[in-house]
């Protein structure tokens, strides 16, 4: 989600914010302050491996039967606060600053340069969330979302809809899941001891239309001292989920021809997901301060005509946040 705030009252936790002799809970709050703005730079990068004769020894005469490609998204956003009750509903107002996607040259498929998702630069949008980290209306992003989805297909044509591609699900998975890690904790008025774990779920942004999940199992490997308080080192573990939640934003509806290679593939089977991560999170000043996400991702894949071996999809995701001043 956008922004997961989780403001509780200053008395939830004997001895205050995080502090007390070690092994103690440390009680988690994302902090926003009225006048004051939070900016992140985000970057989502993806190596995408296509091999299409994955049975064969050795490629026929000497050619390579493996497709490789890379995208990237990278965008500054701010959050400023307009609202902010710590015991009923804070409002945040969101701000893309700047927005650019990147796609190795001659990836196939788009007929134009410019992504969908380049759209969104300057948009404002506000959340409102309980104390809890709870989305109570999303319904500014969601609208955005929808908007975006609509500008990835190309006018008109005598063949139907026909979609470009686009990295819309990158802007989900780094607005919509933000601190996620917080606003999972399942009794987060207890605080977290170090060593403890939690579950969650969060998107799988792909180059292709799929709607997959990962479980997430966060635990809190340790408490370091900082220049500004209190440093959380929050890992996380990633595996393929059973599916996704259904109340999860999607950009577009109805039937539709994908453009480029990935218009050829039908019925994806999702073979693996494996991965990890780490969060920095400041428990003094309650915020997230970085975060490092990668895994990997293996599939097949249909043809919509079929012309030998289904082909095997490898797709090496990378997701970066940090707070800039």
Known sequence: MCVAVLLLGCGAVAGGKGKGADGEAKLFTVDFQQGRTLKYKFVSARDVEVNWAPKAATAAAGKSTVGKSTESLEMVVSYTPREVDPYGLSAIEVRCESIKAVRSKGTPGRASGRDAVESIAGEV???????????????????????????????KTDRGRIKEPDMIGDFVASQWFLWD???????????????????????????????????VTYSLAEVRPGPEGELAVIRSSYALAESAPKDWPVPYTGRFQM???FGFFRGYKVLSLKGHGEEIFNIDAGRIERYEQQYTMRMEAGMLLPLGDNPLITIDQKLTMERIE
């Open 125 to 155: 949008f506000v959340i409102t969330v309980d104390p809890a980290g709870r989305i109570e209306d999303y319904s500014q992003l969601d609208g955005l979302i929808r908007r975006t989805g609509q500008k990835a297909f190309r006018p």
């Open 181 to 215: 890690s917080v606003a999972s904790i399942e009794k987060p008025s207890a605080g977290v001891k170090v060593g403890q774990s939690w579950a969650s779920r969060l998107s799988v942004p792909v180059p292709m239309v799929m709607r997959k999940a990962r479980d």
């Open 259 to 261: 453009a480029g290679m």
